[in-house]
Structures are given as C-alpha cells and as structure tokens.
C-alpha cells in the first residue's frame, strides 16, 4: 500500500516536504488552516499536489499513514488532538527529509545566536570547497534541497518545535548555543519542558557523534545531564580556559581539539561582541571537526556578513547611528543587543510578550539606554519594568512614528536600535516586516 503523506501547513518547509514525498513516489495531501501564499499555490499546482486552504478537513486528514506538521501549529490544535488520540505517527519536515539523506549533518539550536551561527558555519564550509547546503529554520528548506538532489553536508538551523516532532533524527556534529526562556506559551509554561527540547537535539546520537555547548551559559550547565552521554563533548568559553574546545584568552581565540590548534585575535573577526565570538568559536569547532584547513577557517571569520535583522547597521544620519536589530524577539536576545552597545542608545522595544522577563536586562538599560520608545499595542509591562531605568519612555502608534521620536530624541554620537524584546505579530507580518519598515523609514529621515 502506497504511504499516505499529509502535510499540515504550506509555507517553505510544508512545500518542502510535499515535493520530496512526491519524489518518493507517496500519496501526498496539503492542508492549511490559512491563506496559502500564492507562489506555494501555483507551484503545487504545477506538480499537481492537491491541497486545501482555510479548512483542515479532518475526514481526509485522518486516513494519513504519517502527518508532517509546520513547527508553527502547537499541539493543542484540535486537529493534532485528532491525530494523537488516532496514534498517526506526526513528525517535522527535519525529521522526514533526514530519512532520505545520506548527508553528514551540523544541526545547531539555542534560545539565541542559532541563525548567525549557522550561517557562519555554511559560510566556512562553503568557503573550504565542501558540497554543502544550508536549511532547516533558515532559507531554503531541507527537504526541498534533499529532493533537488543531496548534498555531503547540510548545515540546519533547528527550532524546539522542529526538534518535538524528530523521531531518528541523528546530527554528526550538533551545537547548543544557549537555553534562556523563550516560547514557554508553547510548553505548558514549564521551562524544564524547553529545556528538554532543545536538549533532544543529542538524543540520537552516539560515540561518533559531538555535541557542542557553552561552558558559560547556565542553564545549559545545571541541566548537563540531559545531553546523551554517548556522544563526544566539547565545550567552548569566554571566561574559562578549557584544554579540549575553544576559549579566549588575551583576546584571542584559542581552539584545541586532539592536539591540533587554531588561534585568531577577536579584533580580527568580522561580527563583534561577545555574543559574536561564542557563535565564531561554535562554528570554527564544528568546521575543524569536518576537516576544514586553518587558514580556511581563518578567511572565513574575517570576510562572513552578517545577517539582516540582527544588529544590522543601516545609516548614520546627522552623527546618530541607527541600527536594525528586528530578530531580537525575546529579551537575551535584546540583553546581546545592548552588551554591544558603545555609545548612549534611544531602543524601540515592544511587540507581543511571550511572558517576557525584563529583570534580565534593567541593569544594561539603565547603563546604556537614555530613552524607551514602545511600539506594540500593549505596553504596560515594559513601563512596569523600565520607568524607573530611563529618562524618556514613550508610545509610538507606528514603525514611522517610532523613528521619528527617535531620530528626535537622539543626540550626535548616540546610537538608535530596534531590538523589540517581543515577538511582531500585533502590528507587523513577521519581524522581517518589522526590520525592513524600520530601515525605511530610517533612510526617508
């Protein structure tokens, strides 16, 4: 009997994944409970894929062999109750598309720096002459590049909701950045439920294996023993000097695995703040592992460019730096924001709180931060937290409005950064929507 895929969701990773079951010769069904964009509809029309949008008919729904679920639908949807109490099998796109690859895979999740490091490392192994691709939660997804035709190595971003619903999922080499509380809406408000999570990234994996994490970062370290303890482990540092892995000292990057070392002055990389230099370590160490030369590495961490949305420099207008750090969607995104601040900073924060902690970051606003425009439909909570830390806080209705009382407020020599703290969705599509308006109305100054 033919295996009856049906795929709940149809952005890039449900599009994805409907392709390749194509390929794999399986029955396939695509359902979305909203609008499907019309390049994904015209595109499964073309491979005539049916689909269905605004509806999840359950009847068809519940004859799938396996379902493939969008990392965005939690599992309190009613039609994933259905699913659940009919015991069908209900997996990520990661999870179907990595049982039709022979690649090695370099898998990082974390709260924070997930995207940068990623990209980091495909820029290295790309660089190094590697056939390699890039996916997971970031450009094309992985399943539509394993159909496309596969690669030796796919570097992938990977989510907490990607990683629930993996199965066999296994990463040759696996990095955890950092866990800090984030989607906690999405587990049950437990923060141990997360924590699990991301540390089921390891759960497969065995001897041959490494699993990357920041000896600095708390949470990970107080949950340590969640890690499988079959894989190899390697750790990385700013403050401490570790003998296998990678540390600073003296402002240099010092990484040692089996006895073959790479250095490089931090001056040199091309991202800064120590934010930057735990995801270059992270990234340098997964490279190493693959065999990538030194200078290779080197080259690579001097010339990489950093990603729109996340601390991307966008003008400076009469002396004022203004900044565009729009991905910054939970608050230890906004505290890497500010600890890489130099200069006096006017921060447009605000969105939709996902049960944000502001505790967290009051001491670098009060350090660094003269004013707090609000640019959400509810700002109560960041009033709360930041009256008493800054001079100004104030409401702003819309991206042009904020920019404006920003550029107002703002003296020469001072820097404007958005870095909301929030998710975007009550005035804007997605913080790409968010980033892209700020820079516009930043250069219609």
């Known amino acids: 009997m033919k295996e009856k895929i049906i795929i709940l969701g149809s952005g890039e990773s449900g599009v994805g994944a409907a392709i390749l079951a194509q390929k794999q010769g399986m029955d396939v069904f695509v359902s979305d409970l909203g609008k499907i964009k019309q390049e994904y509809k015209e595109e499964l029309q073309a491979l005539a894929i049916p689909f269905e949008e605004e509806q999840h008919t359950a009847e068809i729904i519940l004859t799938a062999t396996t379902v493939i679920k969008s990392p965005g639908i939690p599992d309190k949807a009613p039609i994933i109750k259905k699913l659940v109490e009919k015991n069908i099998p209900i997996i990520s796109e990661i999870e179907f598309a990595f049982r039709f690859t022979k690649a090695k895979i370099i898998a990082i999740t974390g709260t924070n720096g997930k995207t940068t ?25 992985f399943a539509r590049q394993v159909a496309n035709g596969d690669k030796d190595y796919f570097v992938l971003e990977i989510s907490s909701f990607q990683l629930d619903n993996c199965i066999t999922f296994k990463p040759h080499i696996a990095i955890l950045c950092n866990i800090t509380e984030d989607h906690l809406d999405r587990y049950n408000y437990q923060f ?21 994490y920041c000896l600095d970062d708390e949470v990970t370290m107080q949950y340590f023993n969640k890690a499988n303890p079959r894989v190899q482990k390697i750790p990385f540092s700013y403050y401490k ?18 006895k073959n070392n790479f250095t490089m002055p931090i001056s040199e990389l091309s991202i800064h703040g120590i934010h930057n230099s735990y995801n270059s370590m992270a990234a340098a160490i997964s490279a190493k592992l693959v065999g990538v030369r030194n200078e ?25 730096d203004f900044i565009n750090d729009s991905k910054a969607t939970n608050v230890n995104s906004t505290w890497y924001a500010l ?7 006017v921060l447009i924060a605000g969105g939709v709180d996902k049960g944000n902690d502001y505790t967290l970051i009051k001491d670098l606003v009060n350090k660094r931060v003269k004013a707090i425009i609000c640019l959400g439909k509810d700002n109560e909570k960041l009033h709360a937290a930041f009256a008493s830390e800054v001079g100004y806080i104030v409401d702003a209705q819309s991206m042009e409005q904020a920019v404006q009382m920003a550029y107002n407020m703002a003296d020469k020599g001072d820097t404007v950064l958005l870095s909301p703290c929030c998710a975007s969705f009550d005035l804007f599509e997605n913080y790409e929507d968010r980033g892209k308006q700020f820079k516009r109305n930043v250069l219609n100054l």
């Open 192 to 212: 141990e439920n997360y924590i699990d999570s991301k540390f089921s990234i390891s759960k497969n994996q065995d001897e041959q294996d490494y699993f990357i």
């Open 241 to 258: 000097s570790i003998s296998e892995g990678a540390c600073v000292q003296q402002q240099e990057i010092i990484i040692q695995l089996n």
């Open 117 to 141: 490091t990623t990209s980091l490392t495909y820029h290295i192994l790309e660089k190094a002459g590697l056939n390699v691709g890039l996916g997971g939660n970031i450009g094309t997804s």
């Open 339 to 345: 600890e890489s601040m130099t200069k006096p900073t």
């Open 296 to 320: 290779k590495i080197r080259e690579s961490l001097e010339d990489f460019q950093n990603l729109e949305h996340r601390l991307e420099f966008v003008a400076t207008i009469k002396g004022v």
